[in-house]
């Protein structure tokens, strides 16, 4: 019963570099989020997913990318890390459809950029 | 603009009493679903009650429910008989329809801190 798996959990970059972080769902939904959490922040939505091979921005896209080419997966990626983007990253996923769809989030990925 | 809006930081309130966190919202889509989830120390999300906007009545989820007003676009959280496990950050959030995309945005969360 893995529901929304994130990888990795944490790691550390250098400013430029680039990594991708993999969401996974196991539970056949059709929406997938990503997130980003400041300290005593809530959650902003980066990019997010209606079904597979769609994307759309959110509240904060920049510098970050997106692809879902799968649908149990959902990828966010960031082509040149800056500070600015150290911050716990989660990723979310739902039932499409009216009512009681409620998200459910995998563990957080913590990125540090220095 | 901001479209959810949790104006208190932080919260305390005594063991065994009730708390209300509140939570405005602003939408022009009719069809949105309003949620509220708890975030402990430990970091994980854990959804607590759902709203939807053609609900009639309020919902209810144990010792939570949800105060709507939609008239007010108030979306407020009642936690009653609070313990002391239920110290954390809450968060409210709000999923429009087809006329927002269908995306899920949260409020900046308000900390409950509950006394013994």
Not at chain 1, 11 to 23: E, P
Request: proline letters at 3%.
């Amino acid at each position: 019963n893995a529901g929304v798996t994130q990888t990795p959990k944490f790691r550390v970059l250098k400013t430029g570099q680039s990594m991708t972080l993999l969401c996974a769902q196991d539970m056949n939904h059709e929406y997938m989020y990503w997130y980003r959490q400041d300290p005593g922040m809530g959650l902003r939505l980066i990019h997010y997913s209606v079904g597979e091979g769609t994307t759309a921005k959110g509240e904060v896209p920049d510098g970050y990318n997106v692809s879902r080419l799968k649908k149990q997966n959902f990828l966010l990626g960031l082509e040149s890390a800056a500070p600015s983007q150290t911050s716990v990253y989660f990723c979310a996923s739902s039932y499409e459809g009216e009512g009681d769809t409620e998200a459910f989030f995998g563990q957080g990925t913590r990125l540090t950029v220095v | 603009a901001q479209k959810i809006t949790q104006t208190q930081p932080g919260m305390f309130v005594q063991e065994k009493e009730a708390v209300t966190l509140d939570c405005t919202y602003d939408t022009s889509d009719p069809s949105y679903g309003l949620f509220w989830y708890k975030q402990p120390s430990s970091g994980e999300m854990i959804f607590l009650i759902y709203q939807g906007s053609y609900d009639q009545q309020n919902a209810t989820e144990g010792r939570y429910s949800l105060n709507f007003q939609k008239a007010r676009k108030s979306a407020n959280l009642v936690i009653s008989a609070s313990q002391l496990g239920d110290s954390a950050m809450y968060f409210c959030a709000m999923r429009e329809g087809l006329g927002g995309g269908f995306k899920t945005i949260f409020g900046a969360g308000t900390r409950l801190f509950v006394k013994a």
